[in-house]
């Protein structure tokens, strides 16, 4: 079946450090891949997506590229603000029903 | 442009009391909806999804239920709470282009039971 295995957090940085966020897949197919992003005490809501291998997708700074060879779509930033401090979850979807599946999340906190 | 609701949005309750979490859809019709629920370290598992009135599908054996009495009202109950389902309980719908895997969720309803 379809699986996400994220990283562990939280991960802690200093403002305008450097962030990554591993995402790792299994799945059956061309799964399309999604990172969403919670703030404290809010729903979901999409940050980026990508829908085959090699695309980027990019948003608010954020980027990450759909590795097919690795089944990998880590997500990015140069440069993080404290602003930036949620929880990240990395999704794929996939098959007929499209239903998507969850990574545990990864708990972000940007110090100023 | 279509949005969705859920609440209440923060909810404390007594073990072996009932729940009933609404979940609403406007400016679209007949959209797949969905029940998850986000317990602390524990990711987003997902409970119940629905393709349309009535049609309800459950994804994990749970004390909770789900129903779908009109195409844009989705309802999350349960008939006595355990004290396992304090939660982050999340409503999301498909989007107007269904099927593409994108969700867009609901504000959330925090339970705590006691």
């Known amino acids: 079946g379809n699986s996400v295995t994220q990283m562990e957090g939280p991960v802690t940085l200093s403002e305008e450090a450097f962030l990554t966020i591993n995402c790792t897949y299994t799945a059956t197919g061309y799964p399309s891949l999604f990172w969403y992003v919670q703030y404290p005490g809010e729903g979901l809501q999409l940050l980026l997506k990508a829908t085959k291998a090699d695309d980027k997708g990019s948003n608010k700074g954020f980027e990450a590229t759909y590795r097919k060879e690795t089944t990998s779509f880590h997500l990015e930033k140069g440069s993080v603000q404290v602003s930036d401090s949620a929880v990240y979850f990395c999704?794929?979807?996939?098959?007929?029903?499209?239903?998507?599946?969850f990574g545990r999340g990864t708990s972000l906190i940007v110090h100023p | 442009s279509q949005t969705i609701h859920q609440w209440p949005a923060t909810l404390v309750q007594p073990v072996g009391s009932p729940l009933s979490l609404e979940c609403t859809v406007e400016g679209t019709s007949n959209p797949n909806l969905y029940w998850y629920r986000q317990a602390a370290g524990r990711g987003l598992q997902l409970l119940f999804y629905s393709v349309g009135i009535g049609q309800i599908s459950s994804e994990v054996p749970q004390n909770l239920s789900a129903s779908r009495p009109q195409d844009r009202q989705f309802i999350l109950s349960s008939k006595k709470l355990l004290l396992s389902d304090s939660g982050f309980y999340l409503c999301a719908w498909d989007g107007e282009i269904a099927n593409t895997g994108e969700l867009f969720f609901g504000e959330g309803s925090r339970l705590t039971v006691l």
């Open positions: 999704a794929l979807a996939s098959g007929g029903s499209y239903i998507p599946t």
